[in-house]
């Protein structure tokens, strides 16, 4: 009997190491992103507080939207018609406004000197080689968990030249100044 139990025992381990699922290595090893969906903060009666966080590769402003999401509101907008909520951080600000029902109504995001997507920087040094990314701002806007503004404010140098850039975030340059 002691046997018996003993190979089942054995049996059952190889054929669970057996069932795990083995890694493709015809993958190049990038990881894809996929959109991510709109966050609920909260519900507000009838309607939801939605807030679309950014894919942004910088560390902080990922960490200021995560803050802002466990953010718990309470009942601190009772008594006014908007109630707005400022967080800030050394490289930037995260403003957002609620209604009187307690439902978010727009955030505005204001960072400076943030690492870039490798889009934004790839375009940039394509339309103009030999130059240097030396100052970067990025704004991202929503109203009503709609993304309105998703930009970053270039300056770019070569020797004592400099320009002015507003790259969206595909990496399409939209003003040079």
């Known amino acids: 009997m002691k ?12 054929t669970a190491s057996y069932s795990q699922e083995k890694e493709n ?24 507080s939605v807030y679309l966080p950014d894919r942004n590769p910088d560390k902080d402003v990922r960490a200021l939207e ?11 907008y009772e008594g006014y018609e908007t109630y ?3 967080m800030k951080t050394d490289k930037g600000s995260l403003s957002a406004t609620y209604n009187e029902n307690g439902k978010l109504t727009s955030v505005v995001e204001n960072y400076e000197n943030v690492r870039l997507p490798s889009s934004v920087i790839y375009s940039v040094y394509k339309a103009f080689p030999g130059w ?11 109203k009503e968990g709609d993304i309105v503004k998703k930009e970053y ?7 004592k030249e400099t320009k002015k850039l507003v790259v969206n975030a595909n990496g399409d340059i939209v003003k040079g100044i």
């Open 3 to 14: 046997r018996f139990i003993i190979v089942l025992l054995f049996l059952s381990i190889i």
């Open 25 to 48: 290595s015809s993958t190049d090893g990038n990881i894809r992103i996929e959109e991510l969906p709109g966050v609920v903060i909260k519900s507000a009666g009838k309607d939801f």
């Open 66 to 76: 995560e803050e802002f999401i466990a953010y718990d509101l309470g009942k601190d």
């Open 84 to 86: 707005l909520v400022v």
């Open 132 to 142: 240097k990314i030396v100052n970067d701002k990025f704004l991202y806007s929503q």
């Open 153 to 159: 404010n270039l300056r770019i140098k070569k020797d």
